[in-house]
């Protein structure tokens, strides 16, 4: 056993605290990992308050985690000890169902479905009775501890030309934002729309641009349409546009592609109509029930709602290479563990729209208890 140490809450409404625990020893084909940072997504807030129903007591989030390889079992031939590695939102799967020897471990039909980096398995109901849970308690614990243990192939690696603590929400923002950007085929002379300007819009508009794309970015603040400029792409504020499809806005039918990142429900169907014909909006910020689509404004030209889940390890690997290799990060803070609460209320007030990275030095294991 490891003895570890990390962040968890033990109920809805007591916020994150100090939490010793104990990880399993590596297997053969594991890796130990030191944590050096971990990212905060507005996903580790929803589970830490039990926001999807499935949460389990005690929770310790992170799934966007950065750090050195100390340890590795005997079989492991991917990383090797000091090597920077990164470990996203998942940590296993079924390896068995056709997604998965297709490469597409984020859709795993498995009966448990991917392991979560954390509160995984994610839905325990699914487990059949008496099945010894693969890692040997209720559910995963997270990034926001000093130390990981997982499977080598479910590990990353860090470019050079990545600031570590930059990589961290490329790991989870990231990567929910590219996969779509390369499944919908997103390619130099698109024009992609960005509805949401906070941690996951960001990325999303640099890594489009990086491709060639031109890129609108929709925000609900006004003062973030300067800084959209800044990035190199043009903003839209989302009240100016109307349900009522206005035949004289230029924006009328000319996307090839928009990427919904908003973290809440909220109506579609004024960006329908921006939508070339054959064209799909896709939807990664929230998991629940969509405002009713009006299928007048689908119907009539072959439009698609869609969605899509964070992305395969191949593609986490590919964001990591495609933003060192284009110089893009998330604009991210740094934060003190101690002040993770605090965090969270900021993050669930707006779209903020630089990433808070743990720095895990500031973990003091004198703190647990
Ligand atoms: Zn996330
Ligand atoms: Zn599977």
Redesign the pocket.
């Known amino acids: 056993m490891i003895e570890a140490v990390g962040y968890a809450t033990s109920h809805s409404f007591t916020g994150l605290k100090p939490h010793k625990f104990e990880r399993d020893d590596a297997k053969p084909n594991e890796v130990v990992i030191d944590v050096l940072y971990c990212g905060v997504c507005h996903s580790d807030i929803h589970q830490a308050k039990n926001e999807w129903g499935n949460t389990v007591y005690p929770c310790m989030p992170g799934h966007e985690v950065v750090g050195r390889v100390s340890a590795v079992g005997d079989t492991v031939t991917l990383h090797k000890v000091g090597d920077l590695v990164g470990v996203g939102c998942m940590i296993d799967?079924?390896?068995?169902?056709?997604?998965?020897?297709e490469g597409d471990?984020n859709?795993?039909?498995?009966p448990n479905?991917?392991l979560a980096t954390y509160n995984g398995p994610m839905i325990p109901a699914k487990k059949a009775p008496n099945e010894a849970n693969r890692y040997n308690r209720d559910n995963t614990f997270g990034g926001y501890s000093n130390v990981l243990v997982v499977p080598e192939d479910f590990v990353l690696k860090i470019p050079a030309g990545l600031k570590l603590e930059a990589a961290a929400p490329l790991l989870c923002a990231g990567v929910t934002t590219y996969s779509p950007l390369k499944h919908w085929g997103v390619k130099a002379g698109d024009k992609v729309g960005i509805v949401g300007f906070g941690g996951l819009g960001d990325i999303a508009a640099k890594m489009a641009i990086a491709m060639g794309a031109t890129v609108t970015l929709f925000t609900t603040d006004e003062e973030k349409l300067e800084e959209a400029v800044r990035i190199g792409a043009t903003g839209v504020l989302e009240k100016k546009l109307t349900e009522e499809v206005d035949p004289t806005n230029p924006l009328t039918r000319t996307f090839d592609l928009i990427l919904s990142t908003v973290p809440k429900k909220h109506d579609l169907n004024p960006y329908l109509p921006l939508l070339k014909r054959d064209k799909t909006m896709v939807v990664m910020g929230d998991l629940g029930p969509l405002e009713p689509i009006n299928n007048m404004q689908t119907a009539f030209h072959r439009n698609g709602v869609a969605g899509s889940l964070i992305g395969s390890i191949a593609e986490t690997q590919e964001v990591l290479n495609f933003c060192a290799e284009h110089g893009i990060a998330h604009d991210v803070q740094l934060l003190d563990i101690k002040d993770i609460n605090d965090a969270y209320k900021e993050v669930e007030k707006g779209d903020v729209r630089f990433r808070y990275v743990i720095d895990l030095a500031t973990l003091n294991a004198q703190d647990a208890h």
């Open positions: 799967s079924c390896r068995e169902c056709a997604p998965c020897r471990q859709y795993c039909e498995g479905s991917w």
